[in-house]
């Protein structure tokens, strides 16, 4: 059909009206259908009991007239409801749409016109118009597109020049951008002139947002199954990880908590990560996993600059932990410091001195200095300097005084030893060497014996009345008893027992029993 001009329309439509108006009224005012309106809505002659036929259904016959009389617009569909005038159908121009809108609205009095009629372009129509006027070619094909577009619908499409102009209201912000992202991609656009507004009218809103929401219901139970097999791996997932974290009977694992710890960590967090990522793979959500491991990345490294010693202190406690270079109750030489061992924390190591002290060593400085174990190895070695004079002979000062070591604490295999270190003019210097079995003796007590007996046959070779014996009988008295002094280790097992710090020695004993 070759296009209309507006003004045509208007012209033809008005006179059409007013024709079927005057047709339509009895000389004395009293309106009547007319004829040419609708055959089967007449009234009959023969029947004039029949109800009159009601002013709604008068207008839609004399909208439709107008649209017989003009010509173009059959394809149009008329209904009147309760004031609507509804327009609905398919037309192949917006000067047509805009035509059966303009006679609809000038046929009679309504409450409110809903014009609902699409326009389709044929592709014979809009390959002539394409040859004739590219603007008009362009505005059918963004017409077009706009017309399968329910939130779209709406919008007044005019080109001229390459240049759309896009005018009306929709449902939101997002068709704004939408309309105008799509026009300004449509080939031959030069700019886009949008001025539309968002409809705040509230039936329209909450079409829209009911739309949106029965939208977004139907997506949600077709893709139900997914949801319910993604939720199935998580538990699987969750439940796998419960198991993995039971503590473990294996005496190997109860000898290393943190060990036992942080292996089921690992393991419980890989297990969880995989059955996310696969639940969100089901889903095809993979890329909010990377957005989240990418934060967690850089808030890892901001929080490891700023907790630099305390991330320093807790992994040197892991890497202690592994390594096992002492348990509680050990005795320990740290650089400097010595004592024995109460428990070690995830930022220090807690040692209590001979004098009863705590002292708190930060586990960086213990993974970084000398460690001396002094009860990992039972059995520990003692020595000390003699200073013997040259007037005594050498080799009897060496019999009497290993003599004197065949004593209790001072293991015959192996054998103490005396071992010349230093000769001088006047005097000779021997190293006196022991073995002592810590579990059975106190390491302290035996040398301190020891010491005594050397002194004791010392002051025996001054004294010539007592040969030809060297040997006193006080050697057969000692001082005090050389069993293992349990005060000290008392006090550490009190100090377990009492403190609530966490200690990831838990399980570990040393074996000097």
Do not use: C
Not at 502 to 509: F, K, M
């Amino acid at each position: 059909m070759p296009r209309l001009d507006r003004s045509v329309f208007l012209l033809v439509g008005l006179s059409s009206w007013l024709a079927t108006a005057a047709y339509a009224q009895t000389p004395d005012g009293d309106e009547r259908p007319s004829e040419e309106v609708s055959a089967d809505e007449s009234v009959d002659d023969s029947a004039e009991d029949e109800p009159a036929p009601s002013p709604e259904a008068l207008l839609a016959a004399r909208i439709r007239a107008a649209y017989e009389v003009v010509g173009g617009l059959e394809a149009v569909e008329v209904l009147v409801r309760d004031g609507v005038v509804r327009l609905d159908g398919v037309v192949s121009s917006n000067a047509t749409r805009d035509a059966a809108e303009r006679i609809a609205e000038r046929a009679g009095t309504s409450l409110y016109l809903v014009n609902r009629v699409e326009v389709r372009v044929s592709e014979a129509a809009e390959t002539e118009d394409d040859a004739d006027d590219p603007d008009h070619a362009l505005e059918g094909r963004i017409r077009s597109v706009f017309a399968e577009v329910a939130e779209l619908r709406g919008l007044e499409v005019r080109v001229r020049s390459g240049i759309v102009r896009l005018r009306g209201r929709v449902p939101s912000e997002d068709a704004i951008e939408r309309a105008r992202d799509f026009a300004s991609r449509t080939p031959g656009v030069l700019y886009v002139d949008a001025r539309v507004e968002v409809d705040q009218d509230l039936d329209v809103r909450v079409n829209a947002t009911m739309r949106r929401l029965e939208d977004r219901g139907r997506a949600l139970l077709a893709r139900g199954p997914l949801y319910l097999v993604a939720l199935v791996v998580l538990l699987f997932g969750w439940t796998l990880s419960r198991l993995v974290r039971r503590p473990s009977q294996e005496r190997r694992m109860r000898r290393a908590p943190l060990l036992r710890h942080l292996a089921r960590q690992v393991v419980a967090t890989v297990i969880v990560l995989g059955s996310v990522m696969l639940a969100l793979d089901l889903l095809g959500a993979t890329g909010v996993l990377g957005a989240i491991l990418g934060t967690a990345g850089v808030m890892g490294l901001a929080l490891g600059f700023a907790f630099k010693d305390i991330i320093e202190n807790y992994l040197a406690s892991v890497l202690l932990a592994v390594r096992h270079p002492f348990a509680p109750d050990e005795s320990v030489k740290v650089g400097p410091h010595e004592g024995k061992v109460v428990r070690l924390t995830g930022r220090d190591t807690v040692l209590m001195t001979a004098d009863g002290n705590h002292l708190r060593i930060p586990n960086a400085e213990v993974f970084k200095s000398a460690i001396v174990n002094f009860t990992r190895n039972p059995l520990r070695r003692f020595d000390f300097v003699v200073v013997v004079p040259q007037r005594h002979e050498l080799g009897r000062v060496q019999r009497e005084m290993l003599g004197a070591l065949q004593m209790e604490g001072v293991l015959r295999d192996p054998a103490p030893q005396m071992r010349v270190e230093r000769v001088a003019p006047e005097l000779t210097e021997l190293r006196v060497v022991g073995w002592v079995d810590q579990r059975s003796f106190d390491f302290a007590k035996v040398r301190s014996e020891a010491m005594r007996r050397a002194r004791v046959v010392l002051d025996g070779l001054d004294a010539p009345e007592r040969a030809p014996s060297l040997v006193p009988e006080a050697l057969d008295e000692p001082l005090h008893d050389v069993a293992p002094d349990e005060a000290l280790t008392a006090q550490v097992e009190e100090e377990r027992r009492r403190s609530d710090e966490r200690d990831l020695l838990a399980g570990e004993r040393a074996d000097t029993q």
